[in-house]
């Protein structure tokens, strides 16, 4: 199945430091979306990236996105303890016209005080 | 402009009985996706519908699992005769257009089975 794959499956920081949350896809998309999700509270969006795109900037988030090794990159700079929650790559996948996102089994990110 | 919004929030459940969960999609919004997530695990789609139209319910279990979006009022997944499996955090999913779009997701509904 076309499942995304988070790298790592946990990671603790330090307030202050940067977290690096990575993504790999099996097949072609059309874009990747990062979703954080705070513990058990539903999905809030944070970007899309098209497959066309390279890289893409929010805030303190900085999506990559590599077609080639089929790969992406979720990095959160200057990381705050509200930004401790769930973060999960979904890609896309269309079957007749219709869309349906692709969930990977998520990074657990803890940003200890 | 409100959000996705589903009830109820937590439902209770005892094993045999129905399960009903609501979703009201964005304003403007004519697609709604429903996925499961259980815990720990990422979300797993279920099925994708537009007004009374089921578009894909290929995640969705072929027994016991229905979902309907009817021309007026919330889209409705509903499971019959719960069983323990069924536990799970239920969350619908919005968005104006299909295919490319950002999927806007509701707040979820917790489902347990007692």
């Known amino acids: 199945s076309q499942q995304g794959e988070e790298d790592p499956q946990a990671l603790s920081i330090q307030e202050g430091e940067n977290a690096t949350m990575n993504c790999s896809y099996k097949t072609s998309i059309n874009n990747l979306q990062w979703y954080r999700q705070n513990s058990g509270r539903g999905l809030v969006h944070l970007i899309l990236?098209?497959?066309?795109?390279r890289e893409k900037h929010s805030g303190r988030l900085r999506v990559t996105l590599d077609t080639s090794k089929k790969s992406s990159s979720l990095l959160i700079t200057a990381s705050r303890a509200a930004d401790t929650a769930s973060y999960f790559c979904a890609t896309d996948l269309f079957i007749q016209g219709a869309q349906k996102l692709v969930f990977g089994q998520g990074t657990r990110l803890t940003i200890n005080p | 402009n409100a959000g996705v919004m589903q009830n109820p929030r937590h439902l209770v459940r005892r094993r045999g009985q129905e399960a009903r969960l609501r979703c009201s999609p964005m304003?403007?919004?004519?697609?709604v996706y429903w996925y499961r997530q259980l815990p720990e695990e990422g979300l797993k789609f279920m099925v994708y519908l537009q007004k009374e139209n089921i578009i894909d319910e290929s995640g969705m279990p072929k027994e016991r699992f229905s979902a309907e979006f009817p021309k007026e009022g919330p889209s409705i997944l509903r499971i019959q005769q719960v069983v323990r499996g069924d536990s799970a955090a239920y969350f619908c999913?919005?968005?104006?257009?299909?295919?490319?779009?950002?999927?806007?997701f509701g707040p979820g509904t917790r489902l347990t089975v007692l």
């Open positions: 304003k403007g919004h004519s697609h």
């Open positions: 990236i098209r497959s066309n795109e």
């Open positions: 999913a919005s968005s104006p257009l299909s295919g490319g779009d950002t999927q806007y």
